[in-house]
Antibody
Framework: EVQLVESGGGLVQPGRPLRLSCAAS????????MHWVRQGPGKGLEWVSG????????NYADSVRGRFTISRDNAKNSLYLQVNSLRPEDTALYYC????????????????WGQGTLVTVSS | QSALTQPASVSGSPGQSITISCTGT?????????VSWYQQHPGKAPKLMIY???KRPSGVSGRFSGSRSGNTASLTISGLQAEDEADYYC??????????FGGGTSLTVL
């Protein structure tokens, strides 16, 4: 059974950093691209960032480029998101999502999602 | 990276069919068949319902179907059931390896 478990969220002051983690199990982690998608309170889904199976291909939404850094450790079956210079508008539930399709695909569709970790940016 | 356009809400009675539209541009929906649809119940993570515009993952009811024409994709739910009441989001691959989501549609089963 595929499981994605996010952690690392919390209440943080504007401008402070945070590191989100996603522990994956139930599938061959290093065969798939992984992504972060966020959802603000009462709002829709917003793609944040993605990373290919071998970390060779990385991309970010314009809204977070230069502030967020995605990475992965295939030996630990883990995905990370370093979030810096946080703003109140970054307040959201951050989901870890698995891309389908295997190594040949960076962005296809998200066939499994975690339950999310909540990041609240407030002074 | 502008969001795809979806109606804010749709409704239907049990047994009826409804269609949710998702309008994009030549930079996303019109140019790629990588359109997906997700169902999200309150407090839950999204669930993939349709991928590559028309395909259904195993385990998803055959009452859900997808289509795409030009810059508009659609999700149709036939034989509406109470359990279908949820938010629905479309998404599309967009140029330069990004994904854009729709604003979401709240489905009410009357």
């Amino acid at each position: 059974e595929v499981q994605l478990v996010e952690s690392g969220g919390g209440l943080v002051q504007p401008g402070r950093p945070l590191r989100l983690s996603c522990a994956a199990s139930g599938f061959k982690f290093d065969d798939y691209a992984m992504h972060w998608v966020r959802q603000g309170p009462g709002k829709g889904l917003e793609w944040v960032s993605g990373i290919s199976w071998n970390s060779a291909n990385i991309n970010y939404a314009d809204s977070v480029r230069g502030r967020f850094t995605i990475s992965r450790d295939n030996a630990k079956n883990s995905l990370y998101l370093q979030v810096n210079s946080l703003r109140p508008e970054d307040t959201a539930l951050y989901y870890c999502a698995k891309s389908s399709g295997g190594r040949g695909y960076f962005l296809k569709d998200f066939d499994y999602w975690g339950q999310g970790t909540l990041v609240t940016v407030s002074s | 990276q502008s969001a795809l356009t979806q109606p804010a809400s749709v409704s239907g009675s049990p047994g009826q069919s409804i269609t949710i539209s998702c309008t994009g541009t030549s930079s996303d929906v019109a140019n790629y068949d990588l359109v997906s649809w997700y169902q999200q119940h309150p407090g839950k993570a999204p669930k993939l319902m349709i991928y590559e515009a028309t395909k259904r993952p195993s385990g998803v009811s055959g009452r859900f179907s997808g289509s795409r024409s030009g810059n508009t994709a659609s999700l149709t739910i036939s034989g509406l059931q109470a359990e279908d009441e949820a938010d629905y989001y479309c998404s599309s691959y967009a140029h330069i390896s990004t994904v854009v989501f729709g604003g979401g549609t709240s489905l009410t089963v009357l």
